[in-house]
């Protein structure tokens, strides 16, 4: 099957674009600049077509959907930056994807969305997630929606900042409510889903969560990472409003100043408060999913990185 995938450059979709290869479908990878290092690594190393586009940019998605029997969408963010803002990514570029498939014959949609979408939600990522799944489900086209819930792996931005923090400071600040649950998930185990839902029939038109049996507190993985990498540290909880306005100021620092990311802002705040977990049972059964523990997850690409950088 030839499969176009958005956000085929990020730590999710590498391993989508691995474990597509290794199935034997042809991979059409859909990015905006073709002279980008992981670009121009993932077309050699898996020997993928490269459409060139945003999602922003209709015409170029309908030249990227030409002889394409399926998509996988992947692209989102948790930060905003110029354009690049929650309504623009989520909601109005979700609808130029469905739409261009639609127009090329596309035969399935598989679409990211998150855990903790919902229709009245407080967090305008999951308002804009929700929107974006909207959009799918009235396409017309066979689709299948996941929800994951905190993804990890080898080159996640959360166990491994985690693990940075740990290796040079004492203090490990935790921010969120203490008694919000997790269910983090393997990255490996996301792209399985995905990659075997483009040809399982009793995925179609389903939404599934994709999350770990095990409901862990924030405070409870960071144990984990620490006792993975050898180190200790006091963890601190940050007072939510301390945290708030660290938010807002790094919205401003980052967004309005240097044109960047944000690292922290307050929607991420909001959806920390609120925890993050689902249902794994369904998409467990139907995709054969078997979960380690997280522990026993993160020391597979931690271990031994406790002397270098993690």
């Avoid at 690594?41 to 077509?49: D, G, I, K, N």
């Avoid at 692209?75 to 994807?97: D, L, Q």
Wanted: glycine share 8%; net charge positive; hydrophobic share 45%.
């Amino acid at each position: 099957m030839k499969v176009l995938v958005t956000g085929a450059t990020g730590f999710v979709g590498t391993q989508i674009v691995r474990s597509l290869s290794e199935s034997g479908h042809t991979v059409r990878i859909f990015a905006r600049n073709e002279l980008s290092p992981k670009v121009r690594s993932l077309v050699p190393e898996f020997s993928t077509e490269l459409a060139c586009g945003d999602i922003l940019d209709p015409p170029s998605l309908k030249n990227a959907m030409v002889g394409v029997e399926a998509v996988i969408h992947l692209v989102g963010i948790i930060s905003e930056v110029g354009k690049n803002t929650f309504e623009n990514v989520h909601a109005i570029g979700t609808r130029n994807v469905v739409e261009a498939a639609n127009a090329a014959g596309v035969r399935r949609f598989i679409h990211m969305s998150a855990l903790g979408t919902r229709p009245v939600a407080q967090a305008r990522y999951h308002q804009t997630k929700w929107a974006a799944e909207e959009s799918v489900r009235q396409c017309g086209i066979p689709f299948t929606i996941f929800r994951p819930s905190l993804i990890y792996g080898r080159q996640d931005q959360f166990v491994n900042t985690f693990a940075r923090i740990a290796r040079w400071s004492p203090i490990v600040p935790l921010i969120g409510r203490p008694e919000a649950r997790f269910q983090p998930v393997a990255v490996e185990l996301v792209a399985r889903a995905f990659v075997l839902s483009l040809t399982e029939e009793r995925a179609i038109n389903q939404t599934n969560d994709l999350c770990g049996p095990e409901r862990l507190t924030l405070a409870e993985m960071v144990d984990s990472i620490l006792l993975v990498t050898g180190r200790q540290g006091l963890k601190w909880h940050v007072p939510s409003g301390l945290a708030r306005a660290q938010a807002r100021f790094l919205e401003f620092l980052f967004g309005r100043l240097l044109g960047k990311a944000a690292p922290l802002n307050r929607d991420q705040l909001i959806m920390l408060e609120e925890g993050n977990i689902g249902n794994p049972e369904p998409a467990d059964f139907l995709f054969g999913l078997r979960h380690n523990s997280f522990g026993e997850g993160i020391a597979r690409y931690l271990r031994g990185k406790s002397g270098d950088s993690a």
